[in-house]
């Protein structure tokens, strides 16, 4: 789930939140590569998944992260952001040509370039390098993370690639309260309140701050 953590196990929601990835190991990528990995859908569903590793044509468009900022981009619930920042587009031979098309959109939001009308479906690697290419977050709660697919050619090779984005909640909610059914006491009893007698919550924040 997190950037170049190796997983034991995940969930059809990960998956369909596009959480899941697979990375080939570096060696030999002159040539393709066959692998499988067998997997487990409890109780005793066995299955095998397989994977063919195809060599990188070194004059096809690529997509690189910033080694700092990592390969995401943080955003703050409501906030737009420029892709410069941690996104670099790159090409051998025709970077002038280069050019990406929003393939998957924001789940909670949109990309925009700047200056340009909302019709334009694609932008260069002039504008994403000049911080015209921006995320925007459309404000609304429970959302925690999302996910771009982005498709660039320059006219003779085609790659596809997946930018993921973490979205900080801000605390713009009052807290909630769950549970105020009150006590009733003899004289000099004492009785515990529990969190079925008072409680309450907050959408944006960890309940033990409340």
């Known amino acids: 789930m997190t950037p170049a953590c190796p997983l034991v196990a995940f969930s059809q929601q990960e998956v369909r939140e596009l959480k899941i990835a697979c990375q080939p190991a570096t060696w030999d990528l002159d040539q393709e590569w066959l692998f499988w990995v067998e997997m487990e859908v409890p109780p005793r569903h066995l299955f ?24 995401q981009l943080m955003l703050f619930e409501g906030q737009s952001w420029p892709l410069s920042g941690n996104l670099e587009i790159s090409d051998e031979d025709n970077l002038k040509e ?5 393939t998957q959109c924001l789940q909670y939001g949109k990309t925009e370039v700047l200056g340009i009308p909302s019709s334009l479906k694609h932008f260069t690697a002039a504008e994403l390098a000049a911080g015209q290419v921006i995320c925007q977050h459309d404000g609304s709660e429970h959302s925690y993370s999302d996910n771009i697919v982005f498709h660039m050619a320059d006219g003779q090779h085609q790659v596809e690639f997946l ?29 515990q309140i529990s969190l079925f007698v008072l409680s309450a919550t907050n959408i944006d924040s960890d309940d033990t701050s409340v």
């Open 48 to 71: 095998v998944f397989i994977i063919l590793v195809k060599p990188m044509n070194t004059l096809a468009p690529v997509a690189a992260f910033s080694h700092v900022v990592g390969p």
């Open 163 to 191: 930018y993921p984005i973490t979205i900080a909640p801000e605390d713009n909610q009052p807290p909630l309260l769950n549970a105020d059914t009150g006590l009733v006491l003899s004289e000099h009893q004492t009785v």
């Open 98 to 102: 280069v050019k990406v098309w929003v």
